[in-house]
């Protein structure tokens, strides 16, 4: 039995849900309904193929260590990928039956492993509650928490509904719908290492799903070095028995140098496929880094700009206004390279330098990705600042260093902030400094990329600006949070009838356009696992290539011992990154008069 779920909350199915491979590309962005009738028009032709193809869906998908297909080959001798394979089939049932009856038949589990902790009461049991809330799971599903810690359903109950909130544009109805999710949620409780505890896992799951194709997701909200042995008890004791999908959900951080991701992957590859892995990285869920391809593929405005020829620079900021706060332990270990620059800020520097992929598919925007991944020049140390928050004391309250945290190892020089200059050694990009910056403690909370573009050749107005060409260049701003928004700086006219230019946004500020709450990103994701959609999860190649791009020069800075410079709590940071972006004739965009608030 395939299994098919239309989620009702989008208008746009995930690729992997629908055959975009049988159709054209500009059929790829027809509604819903369009593209279900295409599919199902594409589905009778194709049904004597069906017929012949040894379909092993759940294999494809799901049973671990099942013998999988890979792919088939149609009649024309197009390589047919497993979900059409599986997607097709799951029609051809509905055609024959005239009823959608997969909602019947099917159900999802997900299980929460380390729903205790502190992404599980912050993110994940909130971010599936909003996702029943808009009526996006299927019509049966249970949520079983799972950890070590003792607890009866009701206690798992009453810790999440403390974090539950509803939607700010629909409050109606909130406290009934929290009722009702809740009901659906249970506990089990068991350690991370024990076949037999999952086995009762299974068993519990195996009453609430009553004899409905089971798909199982686990998500994995624990320490990564108990990821494998978990993965190995939910695969071997607790995966979906009968036809159905598992797959599995999996934190950062994936290893912490190529080395030990390869030995991550290779461990989690002895239990699971690569399709079942869902490697997270949230920001790949937030709104603006989803729209950026939107903006760059269906603008014919941005493309044209979009490379070496018009690009100056490009900036991509992280920064918070808090340091690691009780998360120190974590932290240490990894540093704010590895915590925040090797995956978040590579991944959108990956989407935003990006060739056109073949389609929306998530293994054509995936290829794409690690091409230009492994077109990058590796980092070199002189390309790098390091930085560590110190204390300070401002208004009378006082600001811990980074190393009065009660859990990380005093004289740690573990990097707090940093900032590099990275290359991308193509045609495209050929020349054009990506300058990344990543701190923690810092003056603001923000996220943005900032595309500087180059100077206009011969501009019949550059005296009307002074000496500084720097504020005659355009800048387009994709704030990704706070207060999303994405603007362009422009020169404008002043009014009158003197002729002076000034700086002027155009600006598409999300609150001021869109009424409609943006939804979080671990809901994007969890909905997209749950669909079977990858585009968004990290493939392990592209993990590779992301590995080996900054493991030399994190291996360089901690044989050497490089000493960060200190820089005070709530502040902009070490100046050393301005030399830097100085060096390569830089000027960071965070920090001018004109960034808008
Ligand atoms: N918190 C966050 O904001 C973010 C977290 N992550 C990642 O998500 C995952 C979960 O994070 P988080 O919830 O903060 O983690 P926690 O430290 O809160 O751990 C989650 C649960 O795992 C169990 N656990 C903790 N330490 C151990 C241990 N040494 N051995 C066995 N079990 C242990 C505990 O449950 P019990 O004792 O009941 O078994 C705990 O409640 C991690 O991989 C983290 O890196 C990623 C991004 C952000
Ligand atoms: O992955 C991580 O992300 C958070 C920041 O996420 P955001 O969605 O709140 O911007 C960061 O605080 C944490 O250190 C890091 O592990």
Redesign the pocket.
Known sequence: MATLYSTHCRSFPSSSSFPSSSLSSNQSAVTFSNRFLAATVSLKSQHNLLQQVSVHTQQHDGTVGANVTPVENNHSGKRLRPELLSVLSSMESKVEDGAEKDENECTVSITVV?A?????K??IFPALFALYYEGCLPKHFTICGY???KMTDAELRNMVSKTLTCRIDKRENCSEKMDQFLKRCFYHSGQ?DSPENFAALDKKLNEHEGGRTSNRLFY???????FVDAVKCASLSASSGNGGWTRVIV???FGRDSESSAALTRSLKQYLTEDQIFRID?YLGKELVENLSVLRFSNLIFEPLWSRQYIRNVQLIFSEDFGTEG?GG?FDNYGIIRDIMQNHLLQILALFAMETPVSLDAEDIRNEKVKVLRSMRPIKLEDVVLGQYKNHTRGGVAYPAYIDDKTVPKGSLTPTFAAAALFIDNARWDGVPFLMKAGKALHTKRAEIRVQFRHVPGNLYNRNFGADLDHATNELVIRVQPDEAIYLKINNKIPGLGMKLDRSNLNLHYAARYSKEIPDAYERLLLDAIEGERRLFIRSDELDAAWSLFTPVLNEIEEKKITPEYYPYGSRGPVCAHYLAARYNVRWGDLGLDVEQ
């Open positions: 380390g205790s902790g502190d992404l599980a912050k993110k950890a070590r810690s991370y994995l909200s624990i320490p990564p070095n108990i934190e950062k951080p949230h998360r974590y």
